[in-house]
């Protein structure tokens, strides 16, 4: 399984609502419930109206289309991060999945995942 780092910062947030966040921008993961307005996003782009916001994380993404029949993938790389105490945030799209951890903990998470056998570029 092929991994592709991200070269940019990314912010995790909560916002009021959406009138501000530029869906424009090369990432914006939007994700509204019941309960909160939650973005993620390149930090140049957190909008103004942010009730909660965590900067400080990078991201790689797991190359190529996923089908939904594949089982694990995610729970994979997430157990692997687990054992070498490394959270993560992670966000699916209907292509494939991205997995965001801390700044400080990005190169040790590629490389514990090479370690394990995935190729990171």
């Keep these: 399984m092929v991994l592709k780092?991200?070269?940019?910062d990314f912010s995790v947030c909560k916002v009021e609502d959406y009138s501000l966040v530029n869906v424009g921008s090369e990432f914006c993961f939007v994700g509204k419930t019941d309960e909160e307005n939650s973005l993620v996003c390149l930090t140049e782009d957190v909008p103004?109206?942010?009730?909660v916001q965590d900067d400080g994380?990078?991201?790689?993404?797991i190359e190529g289309v996923l089908d939904f029949s594949l089982i694990g993938i995610l729970s994979k790389i997430a157990t692997i991060l687990a054992e070498n105490q490394i959270g993560i945030f992670a966000v699916s799209t209907f292509n494939t999945d991205y997995i965001l951890?801390?700044?400080e903990n990005f190169t040790r998470a590629l490389n514990a995942l090479e370690?394990?056998?995935?190729q990171v570029l």
């Design 101 to 103: 951890v801390k700044a």
């Design 115 to 118: 370690h394990a056998g995935y």
């Design 48 to 51: 103004e109206n942010v009730t």
């Design 57 to 61: 994380w990078k991201a790689f993404r």
């Design 5 to 8: 780092k991200l070269h940019h």
